[in-house]
Nanobody, 121 residues
Framework: QVQLVESGGGLVQAGGSLTLSCAHS????????MAWYRQASGKERELVAS???????NYASSVKGRFTIFEDNAKNTMYLQMTNLELGDTAVYYC???????????????WGQGTLVTVSS
C-alpha cells in the first residue's frame, strides 16, 4: 500500500507562487498515475492536475498555464508548482495515487492527508 504525505501549503498573496510536495512510499513506476485534487470550503473535491507513469500530464482548465505537475523519481516526490495564484485557488490540496482496479472493478486510490493553501488579496 502506498503512503502519501503532502507538504508546502501556506498563506500566499494573489499573484504569488507556491510549490506543493507529495512524498510517496512506492515508486511511480508501480502506479497507473498520480494527481493533485483540491477541495474549497463548501465545494466538492476537484481534479487539478494529473500525471501518468509515462509522464503524460493533464490540467484543469482553470489552472492550465499557471500550474505545473511534475515528478522527481529519484526522490519519490511529486510536485505541484503554482504560479499567479488567485483567490479561487484557496483550498485544501490532496495528493492522489491511482493503483488500478480492485477485483470488483472499483478503482483503488490512495489519498494524502491534505495541505491547506490560502490565497489572500
Amino acid at each position: 500500500q502506498v503512503q502519501l504525505v503532502e507538504s508546502g501549503g501556506g498563506l500566499v498573496q494573489a499573484g504569488g507562487s507556491l510549490t506543493l510536495s507529495c512524498a510517496h512510499s512506492v515508486s511511480m513506476f508501480n502506479l497507473n498515475s498520480m494527481a493533485w485534487y483540491r477541495q474549497a470550503s463548501g465545494k466538492e473535491r476537484e481534479l487539478v492536475a494529473s500525471i501518468s507513469s509515462l509522464g503524460v500530464t493533464n490540467y484543469a482548465s482553470s489552472v492550465k498555464g499557471r500550474f505545473t505537475i511534475f515528478e522527481d523519481n529519484a526522490k519519490n516526490t511529486m510536485y505541484l508548482q503554482m504560479t499567479n495564484l488567485e483567490l479561487g485557488d484557496t483550498a485544501v490540496y490532496y495528493c492522489n495515487a491511482d493503483l488500478g482496479l480492485r477485483p470488483d472493478l472499483t478503482s483503488l486510490e490512495v489519498w494524502g492527508q491534505g495541505t491547506l493553501v490560502t490565497v489572500s488579496s
